[in-house]
């Protein structure tokens, strides 16, 4: 939920999830945080985001130098389909 009076639901990570490897929690279990707040810090694993493969993120930028840093860490957790 959002709105000017209303709270957002911040992700939560469960370490205990994927045989200890960690993953967001159920949404049930999220904190909702209401304004004002000094800051929020956002990473990617909140979002879902999942490996693109090598092409994908060529195609994207191929300036992006945290793509290669960071895709491959990402298939360690979820390997490209």
Do not use: H, Q
């Not at 205990?16 to 945080?33: E, F, I, K, N």
């Not at 707040?37 to 092409?55: K, N, Q």
């Amino acid at each position: 939920g959002g709105g000017r009076n209303g709270g957002v639901s911040v992700p939560r990570y469960d370490k205990t999830l994927r045989g200890g490897r960690g993953d967001r929690a159920p949404v049930s279990d999220w904190l909702t945080v209401r304004a004002p707040l000094d800051v929020i810090l956002l990473e990617g694993w909140m979002l879902g985001f999942t490996p693109v493969g090598a092409a994908a993120a060529a195609r994207v930028s191929p300036d992006l130098v945290a793509v290669d840093a960071v895709n491959p860490n990402l298939c360690t957790l979820n390997p490209v389909s």
